[in-house]
């Protein structure tokens, strides 16, 4: 139960953060899906033991946060939520790949733990992005950047819609399964014919609603087409912000700088 | 059973992507071609009814664990497999980018797993066969149920290839195979009682609403041929060009050389072409191996010397370095925050 409402109202959060006013917020949304497209690639295109060189990327999501006012500690506890697939998938890695790979004094640590960490690092990094694009930009923004970058129109209508009615459903069905368990004692009515009748509702009242959107549509001249009242604009900042990254990317991806900068150090120190 | 973006390459991940954009451009098509206005809203309302729908859990009798639909293959029975692709890659779209669940990158394996499979193998070729034309009710359940693991079984197979392709887990194939396919049968055959119990309660109440699918008109005439052939070439051209960039790190390809052939990389010339090619690559790799599997602990000797093989200084100094640009990060951070207020949720 608390854990529908919590989602429901994450949601709402997400589009909260968006709508702030900050010089990340007022950028093109074509510019930070491709930038952040590209960050993506570049982090996963590392090879399986590289653990310094995508410390960098960092740098990245961390600016971003900074600069959209996007607080990292919500986005800690999302990340943490949703990571159990790579953790679960990932965590065999120690397992099957035992050959000892750096040592560390005594300590030797093996290359399927260094693969791990990689895994973690790179679930944190192309996760978390995707989470600060929609924080810093909005759903509907998202969406109009696909549709000039040529997505076709049918589906990023289907996306705004869904979007759209995502909340509308979402608390109706919060409010049947909290209907349900206070009548139910125990797990009673939890068993699956109750939940037949339950869901099989919920469809029909949902297919119903369908067509009463579609009639008020028409009414409103629908034609397939939903129009934006912001329009887009990809100027000189745009051309900056993407320009400015993506040299940052490549520069990150060719050179290590964290072995460069640490071999410096300790190369003072001795 | 979301791919995630920390498992996959570049390689994979893009040819799924050229993949799953290349069906979502064919089925707006397809839509747009039957110019039914009144789909749009439907489509997109049984979307955000899957999300709702997986918030009610029933209980599955003597485990104590729970089960929800999964998605797939009641849009498929509701809106045929066009429709029903798209709504489902527009549902994954939005877990991608809400709940985190897979990532951007992954988005495409995702698409094509969750959405290709149950849309345009189990649909066409399992459920419509099995429950015909104005199917009684046990047709229905023994089609929905039928359809719905086989279609969990081929995406959760298809989870298994790209994971083993991609190179960034450990897994085997095999165990990974043995692993994941028994766990999606269980699985599949809970959402298949989902599915059926939702579609047979649908059939009794509003039988007009599946009639209108399941005649045979409606699902129109389904070509898997164009959509297939495009397939191929998307995966063949991304494919060839992403690998290219891919294969200049020590992962599934030079893995599988060395298992083959006793050594990392098979002898190449060191003149000509090869040679220069190699130079290349050798700034490209990013600090080749990066002192950490380097040749010599791959060599077959065991003993001693494994391990050791490797400069401790330069462990030491990867790890300054690290900390010291995680330190950098946060610093940008801290000063670019300053000044700003908190947002309260």
């Known amino acids: ?270 | 059973m979301h791919m995630a973006d920390a498992l996959i390459s570049p390689a994979v991940g893009g040819t799924m992507w050229a993949a799953s954009a290349g069906i979502i451009g064919y089925c707006s098509k397809k839509i747009r071609q039957d110019s039914d206005d009144q789909k749009i809203p439907l489509m997109a309302v049984l979307g955000a009814f899957i999300f709702a729908a997986q918030m009610i859990n029933f209980t599955i009798p003597g485990t104590g664990s729970s089960g929800h639909i999964g998605g797939g293959m009641i849009l498929a029975i509701l809106l045929g497999p066009y429709a029903a692709f798209l709504t489902m890659a527009s549902v994954l779209a939005i877990q991608a980018l809400f709940f985190a669940d897979g990532g951007l990158l992954a988005l495409g394996c995702n698409i094509f797993n969750l959405g290709f499979f149950p849309c345009f193998i189990a649909y066409p070729w399992i459920f419509k066969p099995i429950a015909g034309q104005r199917p009684a009710e046990k047709r229905l359940v023994a089609a929905a149920i039928i359809a719905a693991v086989f279609a969990l079984q081929l995406g959760a197979f298809s989870v298994v290839a790209q994971t083993v392709a991609s190179g960034v887990s450990a897994l085997p194939f095999d165990t990974f195979v043995l692993v994941m396919q028994p766990i999606h049968l269980a699985i599949g055959l809970v959402e298949g009682l989902a599915t059926t119990v939702v579609v047979a309660f649908v059939w009794k109440a509003r039988p007009e609403i599946l009639d209108a699918v399941t005649e045979p008109k409606s699902a129109g005439s389904l070509s898997l041929r164009k959509p297939l052939i495009g397939l191929l070439v998307a995966a063949v051209l991304t494919g060839g060009v992403l690998s290219w960039f891919a294969s200049t790190h020590p992962d599934g390809l030079e893995w599988s050389i060395s298992k083959t052939a006793g050594t990392e990389e098979l002898a190449a010339p060191q003149q000509g072409l090869h040679a220069s090619m190699d130079k290349v690559q050798q700034k490209t790799a990013l600090l080749p191996d990066y002192g950490f599997k380097s040749e010599a602990a791959q060599a077959p000797q065991e003993g001693d010397n494994r391990g050791t093989v490797v400069d401790a200084s330069k462990t030491v100094s990867g790890l300054v370095g690290g900390s010291l640009t995680l330190l950098m990060a946060g610093l940008i951070g801290w000063v670019f925050k300053r000044r700003k207020k908190r947002i309260e949720p």
């Open chain 1, 1 to 270: 139960m608390a854990k529908i409402d919590k989602h429901f109202f994450d949601l709402g959060y997400m589009d909260t953060l968006a709508s702030q006013q900050t010089p990340i917020h007022r950028l093109d949304p074509r510019a930070k899906l491709i930038t952040t497209l590209v960050f993506i690639t570049m982090v996963v295109s590392f090879g399986k033991y590289e653990i310094s060189a995508l410390i960098p990327f960092f740098i990245y999501p961390v600016f971003l946060c900074a600069v959209g006012n996007v607080p990292p500690v919500y986005l800690l506890k999302k990340l943490i939520l949703v990571s159990p697939f790579a953790v679960m998938i990932g965590i065999f890695n120690p397992l099957l790949d035992r050959e000892i790979l750096v040592r560390l004094g005594d300590m030797g640590v093996s290359g399927g733990w260094i693969s791990f960490a990689s895994i973690l690092l790179r679930f944190v990094l192309t996760v978390g992005v995707a989470l600060i694009l929609i924080a810093v930009t909005g759903f509907y923004a998202v969406c109009a950047a696909l549709e000039k970058l040529g997505t076709p129109s049918v589906f990023v209508v289907q996306l705004m819609f869904l979007y759209r009615y995502l909340f509308v459903l979402v608390g109706e069905a919060s409010r049947l399964v909290r209907a349900r368990s206070l009548r139910a004692i125990g797990n009673g009515g939890s068993g699956i014919k109750t939940y037949g009748s339950l869901v099989g509702h919920l469809l029909l009242r949902t297919m119903d609603r369908a067509q009463r959107i579609y009639l008020a549509m028409c009414c409103r001249g629908f034609d397939g087409k939903i129009r934006m009242l912001k329009p887009l604009k990809f100027g000189l900042p745009e051309i900056g912000f993407v320009c400015g990254w993506l040299g940052f990317f490549i520069a990150i991806r060719f050179y290590n700088i964290p072995a460069l900068l640490g071999g410096a150090v300790t190369e003072l120190f001795k």
